[in-house]
Protein backbone atom coordinates (compact mmCIF):
# COMPACT_ATOMS: atom_id res chain seq x y z
CA UNK A 1 0.00 0.00 0.00
CA UNK A 2 2.62 2.34 0.75
CA UNK A 3 4.87 1.68 -2.93
CA UNK A 4 1.48 2.00 -4.37
CA UNK A 5 0.97 5.48 -2.61
CA UNK A 6 4.50 6.41 -3.48
CA UNK A 7 3.72 6.01 -7.24
CA UNK A 8 0.81 7.82 -7.13
CA UNK A 9 2.66 10.79 -5.62
CA UNK A 10 5.27 10.36 -7.86
CA UNK A 11 3.07 10.32 -11.24
CA UNK A 12 1.03 13.47 -9.80
CA UNK A 13 4.37 15.70 -8.96
CA UNK A 14 5.39 14.66 -12.67
CA UNK A 15 2.13 15.55 -14.57
CA UNK A 16 2.57 18.77 -12.30
CA UNK A 17 6.01 19.18 -13.65
CA UNK A 18 5.33 18.42 -17.46
CA UNK A 19 1.85 21.00 -17.46
CA UNK A 20 3.91 24.08 -16.08
CA UNK A 21 5.06 26.66 -18.81
CA UNK A 22 8.57 27.49 -19.29
CA UNK A 23 9.51 30.07 -17.39
CA UNK A 24 9.02 33.87 -18.10
CA UNK A 25 6.79 32.28 -21.72
CA UNK A 26 3.91 33.53 -21.64
CA UNK A 27 1.08 30.69 -21.86
CA UNK A 28 0.29 29.99 -25.43
CA UNK A 29 2.90 32.64 -26.78
CA UNK A 30 5.23 29.57 -28.49
CA UNK A 31 2.45 28.37 -29.47
CA UNK A 32 0.87 31.63 -31.55
CA UNK A 33 4.48 32.73 -32.77
CA UNK A 34 4.43 29.07 -34.37
CA UNK A 35 1.65 29.86 -36.67
CA UNK A 36 3.07 33.21 -37.60
CA UNK A 37 6.25 31.29 -38.33
CA UNK A 38 4.59 28.67 -40.91
CA UNK A 39 1.88 31.75 -42.28
CA UNK A 40 5.54 33.71 -42.95
CA UNK A 41 7.29 30.71 -44.52
CA UNK A 42 4.06 29.93 -47.10
CA UNK A 43 3.22 33.46 -47.87
CA UNK A 44 6.64 35.53 -48.02
CA UNK A 45 9.40 34.93 -50.51
CA UNK A 46 12.11 37.12 -50.75
CA UNK A 47 11.02 40.05 -48.44
CA UNK A 48 7.98 39.87 -50.60
CA UNK A 49 4.04 38.82 -49.84
CA UNK A 50 1.46 37.08 -51.57
CA UNK A 51 -1.10 39.35 -49.89
CA UNK A 52 -4.19 37.97 -51.28
CA UNK A 53 -3.45 34.73 -50.64
CA UNK A 54 -3.20 35.76 -46.73
CA UNK A 55 -6.37 37.65 -47.46
CA UNK A 56 -7.85 34.40 -48.23
CA UNK A 57 -6.47 32.71 -45.35
CA UNK A 58 -6.42 35.64 -43.02
CA UNK A 59 -7.88 33.69 -40.10
CA UNK A 60 -3.96 32.25 -38.85
CA UNK A 61 -2.85 36.23 -38.87
CA UNK A 62 -6.34 37.39 -37.12
CA UNK A 63 -5.53 34.86 -34.58
CA UNK A 64 -1.82 36.13 -34.15
CA UNK A 65 -2.32 39.38 -33.48
CA UNK A 66 -5.83 39.29 -31.42
CA UNK A 67 -3.01 37.10 -29.26
CA UNK A 68 -0.78 39.48 -28.09
CA UNK A 69 -3.01 42.62 -27.93
CA UNK A 70 -2.81 41.91 -24.49
CA UNK A 71 -0.12 39.80 -23.66
CA UNK A 72 2.51 40.50 -20.73
CA UNK A 73 5.73 41.27 -22.09
CA UNK A 74 7.23 42.91 -19.34
CA UNK A 75 8.80 40.56 -17.43
CA UNK A 76 10.14 38.95 -20.47
CA UNK A 77 14.06 38.68 -21.09
CA UNK A 78 15.25 41.74 -23.48
CA UNK A 79 15.68 39.48 -26.25
CA UNK A 80 12.04 37.67 -25.81
CA UNK A 81 10.63 41.15 -25.97
CA UNK A 82 12.52 42.22 -28.75
CA UNK A 83 11.37 39.32 -30.78
CA UNK A 84 7.90 40.00 -29.47
CA UNK A 85 7.60 43.60 -30.70
CA UNK A 86 9.21 42.82 -34.27
CA UNK A 87 6.72 40.23 -34.90
CA UNK A 88 3.63 42.25 -33.46
CA UNK A 89 5.55 45.26 -36.26
CA UNK A 90 5.40 42.97 -38.80
CA UNK A 91 1.80 41.26 -38.17
CA UNK A 92 0.31 44.98 -38.15
CA UNK A 93 1.77 45.71 -41.31
CA UNK A 94 0.75 42.76 -42.62
CA UNK A 95 -3.14 42.94 -41.48
CA UNK A 96 -2.76 46.83 -42.32
CA UNK A 97 -1.93 46.01 -46.26
CA UNK A 98 -4.85 43.37 -45.57
CA UNK A 99 -7.20 45.26 -44.43
CA UNK A 100 -6.95 47.47 -47.36
CA UNK A 101 -6.65 44.57 -50.36
CA UNK A 102 -6.35 45.48 -53.40
CA UNK A 103 -4.59 48.94 -52.56
CA UNK A 104 -5.54 51.58 -55.59
CA UNK A 105 -4.59 54.87 -54.10
CA UNK A 106 -4.60 58.14 -55.94
CA UNK A 107 -2.08 60.03 -53.88
CA UNK A 108 0.95 61.40 -56.29
CA UNK A 109 2.71 61.68 -53.95
CA UNK A 110 3.34 57.73 -53.80
CA UNK A 111 2.92 54.30 -56.23
CA UNK A 112 -0.64 53.77 -56.68
CA UNK A 113 0.08 50.35 -54.92
CA UNK A 114 1.43 51.15 -51.74
CA UNK A 115 0.99 51.51 -48.06
CA UNK A 116 0.95 55.01 -48.00
CA UNK A 117 -2.17 55.12 -50.10
CA UNK A 118 -3.84 54.10 -46.78
CA UNK A 119 -4.73 56.92 -44.94
CA UNK A 120 -1.95 57.45 -41.86
CA UNK A 121 -1.35 53.70 -42.38
CA UNK A 122 1.70 54.11 -40.20
CA UNK A 123 1.08 57.26 -38.05
CA UNK A 124 -2.74 57.31 -36.87
CA UNK A 125 -4.26 53.71 -37.18
CA UNK A 126 -3.81 52.48 -34.13
CA UNK A 127 -3.34 48.77 -32.66
CA UNK A 128 -3.47 46.67 -29.42
CA UNK A 129 -0.25 45.02 -28.65
CA UNK A 130 1.08 44.11 -24.80
CA UNK A 131 -2.05 45.86 -23.32
CA UNK A 132 -0.82 49.48 -25.47
CA UNK A 133 -2.85 51.66 -28.18
CA UNK A 134 -0.14 52.35 -30.53
CA UNK A 135 0.49 53.48 -34.10
CA UNK A 136 3.42 51.78 -36.08
CA UNK A 137 5.17 55.03 -35.83
CA UNK A 138 5.18 54.44 -32.07
CA UNK A 139 6.53 50.87 -32.10
CA UNK A 140 9.36 51.92 -34.26
CA UNK A 141 10.58 54.82 -32.77
CA UNK A 142 9.78 54.49 -29.72
CA UNK A 143 9.27 50.55 -28.57
CA UNK A 144 12.00 49.60 -30.62
CA UNK A 145 14.36 52.52 -30.48
CA UNK A 146 14.31 51.57 -26.52
CA UNK A 147 16.40 48.73 -27.49
CA UNK A 148 19.26 50.78 -28.38
CA UNK A 149 20.05 47.97 -31.49
CA UNK A 150 19.42 50.15 -35.50
CA UNK A 151 19.56 46.89 -36.78
CA UNK A 152 15.83 46.72 -35.62
CA UNK A 153 15.29 49.27 -38.47
CA UNK A 154 16.39 46.93 -41.55
CA UNK A 155 14.47 43.68 -39.45
CA UNK A 156 10.98 45.39 -39.63
CA UNK A 157 9.03 44.79 -43.37
CA UNK A 158 7.42 48.09 -43.65
CA UNK A 159 4.98 46.91 -46.70
CA UNK A 160 7.39 48.50 -49.34
CA UNK A 161 10.04 47.40 -51.83
CA UNK A 162 12.66 49.89 -50.10
CA UNK A 163 11.98 48.57 -46.62
CA UNK A 164 14.38 46.23 -45.08
CA UNK A 165 13.62 42.02 -46.59
CA UNK A 166 10.74 41.09 -44.55
CA UNK A 167 11.65 37.74 -43.42
CA UNK A 168 10.07 33.97 -44.28
CA UNK A 169 10.37 33.15 -40.39
CA UNK A 170 9.55 34.76 -37.02
CA UNK A 171 11.92 36.15 -34.86
CA UNK A 172 12.67 33.80 -31.81
CA UNK A 173 14.72 35.07 -28.45
CA UNK A 174 16.59 31.80 -28.58
CA UNK A 175 18.55 32.69 -32.32
CA UNK A 176 17.82 36.48 -32.49
CA UNK A 177 21.26 37.71 -32.60
CA UNK A 178 22.09 35.17 -35.28
CA UNK A 179 18.59 36.38 -37.18
CA UNK A 180 19.77 40.52 -36.60
CA UNK A 181 23.02 39.71 -38.24
CA UNK A 182 21.80 38.27 -41.00
CA UNK A 183 19.58 41.27 -41.17
CA UNK A 184 22.55 43.42 -41.50
CA UNK A 185 24.29 41.26 -43.95
CA UNK A 186 21.40 41.28 -46.34
CA UNK A 187 21.06 44.83 -46.32
CA UNK A 188 24.60 45.23 -47.74
CA UNK A 189 23.84 42.93 -50.22
CA UNK A 190 20.43 44.69 -51.41
CA UNK A 191 20.55 47.38 -53.93
CA UNK A 192 17.41 48.92 -52.18
CA UNK A 193 20.48 49.08 -49.01
CA UNK A 194 23.47 50.18 -50.59
CA UNK A 195 25.01 51.07 -54.05
CA UNK A 196 28.20 51.43 -55.21
CA UNK A 197 28.82 53.42 -58.40
CA UNK A 198 32.88 53.41 -58.61
CA UNK A 199 32.48 55.43 -61.94
CA UNK A 200 30.44 58.20 -60.44
CA UNK A 201 32.68 57.93 -56.91
CA UNK A 202 29.18 57.71 -55.65
CA UNK A 203 28.10 55.40 -52.43
CA UNK A 204 24.19 55.17 -52.50
CA UNK A 205 22.66 54.26 -49.30
CA UNK A 206 19.24 53.73 -47.73
CA UNK A 207 17.35 56.77 -46.64
CA UNK A 208 16.55 54.88 -43.17
CA UNK A 209 20.14 55.47 -41.90
CA UNK A 210 18.81 59.11 -42.16
CA UNK A 211 15.85 58.96 -40.35
CA UNK A 212 17.13 56.76 -37.13
CA UNK A 213 20.13 58.99 -37.92
CA UNK A 214 20.81 59.27 -33.96
CA UNK A 215 20.47 55.73 -33.33
CA UNK A 216 22.90 54.77 -35.94
CA UNK A 217 25.58 57.30 -35.45
CA UNK A 218 25.31 56.33 -31.24
CA UNK A 219 25.77 52.08 -32.30
CA UNK A 220 28.27 52.88 -35.03
CA UNK A 221 29.87 55.83 -35.39
CA UNK A 222 32.87 54.95 -33.15
CA UNK A 223 33.63 51.61 -34.38
CA UNK A 224 34.39 53.11 -38.08
CA UNK A 225 38.19 53.31 -39.42
CA UNK A 226 40.23 56.50 -38.66
CA UNK A 227 40.86 56.77 -41.87
CA UNK A 228 37.30 57.70 -42.00
CA UNK A 229 38.14 60.76 -39.12
CA UNK A 230 37.18 63.23 -41.36
CA UNK A 231 33.78 62.37 -42.43
CA UNK A 232 30.28 63.41 -40.32
CA UNK A 233 29.44 61.45 -37.66
CA UNK A 234 26.46 59.62 -39.72
CA UNK A 235 28.61 58.69 -42.55
CA UNK A 236 30.99 57.26 -40.50
CA UNK A 237 27.99 54.79 -38.54
CA UNK A 238 27.14 53.83 -42.35
CA UNK A 239 30.57 52.46 -43.26
CA UNK A 240 31.10 50.71 -40.11
CA UNK A 241 27.34 48.94 -40.29
CA UNK A 242 28.55 48.32 -44.59
CA UNK A 243 32.44 47.95 -44.57
CA UNK A 244 32.77 44.69 -42.70
CA UNK A 245 30.12 43.03 -45.03
CA UNK A 246 31.60 44.71 -48.49
CA UNK A 247 33.12 42.63 -51.28
CA UNK A 248 36.75 42.65 -51.70
CA UNK A 249 36.59 45.15 -54.79
CA UNK A 250 33.86 47.30 -52.86
CA UNK A 251 36.37 47.21 -49.72
CA UNK A 252 39.14 48.63 -51.90
CA UNK A 253 36.95 51.40 -53.32
CA UNK A 254 36.14 52.48 -49.94
CA UNK A 255 39.38 52.43 -48.71
CA UNK A 256 40.43 55.47 -50.88
CA UNK A 257 38.05 57.42 -48.92
CA UNK A 258 37.13 59.50 -52.49
CA UNK A 259 33.27 58.76 -52.91
CA UNK A 260 30.68 60.73 -51.98
CA UNK A 261 27.64 59.03 -49.37
CA UNK A 262 24.30 59.86 -51.01
CA UNK A 263 20.45 58.45 -49.84
CA UNK A 264 18.71 56.90 -52.23
CA UNK A 265 15.11 57.54 -52.64
CA UNK A 266 13.13 55.56 -50.85
CA UNK A 267 10.75 52.69 -52.88
CA UNK A 268 7.00 52.70 -51.46
CA UNK A 269 5.64 50.64 -53.62
CA UNK A 270 4.18 47.41 -52.24
CA UNK A 271 6.12 44.63 -52.07
CA UNK A 272 3.37 42.51 -53.33
CA UNK A 273 4.07 39.00 -54.92
CA UNK A 274 0.39 38.37 -56.32
CA UNK A 275 0.12 37.83 -59.61
CA UNK A 276 3.83 37.25 -60.23
CA UNK A 277 4.53 33.87 -58.36
CA UNK A 278 1.48 31.58 -59.75
CA UNK A 279 -0.99 32.90 -56.41
Known amino acids: MCTSLRSSVVI ?14 PAG ?10 LLDLYVRGGDVYYRAIKSDRGK ?20 QL ?22 GHSKDYPEKSIRQIPGAFERLTHRAAGRTLTLDQIEQTVLAG ?23 AFVASRLEQQLSEVAGECVGRAQCIEIN ?5 MSVSPIFSWREKDFVAAYANGAPAAFANRSP ?15 TEKEFVAKNTFQVAYKPFDWTLNDLTGRGGR
Open 12 to 25: LLASCIVAAPRAQE
Open 29 to 38: NAGRVKVFDQ
Open 61 to 80: LDGFVNGFANEQVDKLSRDE
Open 83 to 104: AFWLNAYDALVLRTVVDHYPIL
Open 147 to 169: FHDPRVYFAIGRGAVGSGRLRSE
Open 198 to 202: RDAGK
Open 234 to 248: IERAVLAFVEPRLLT
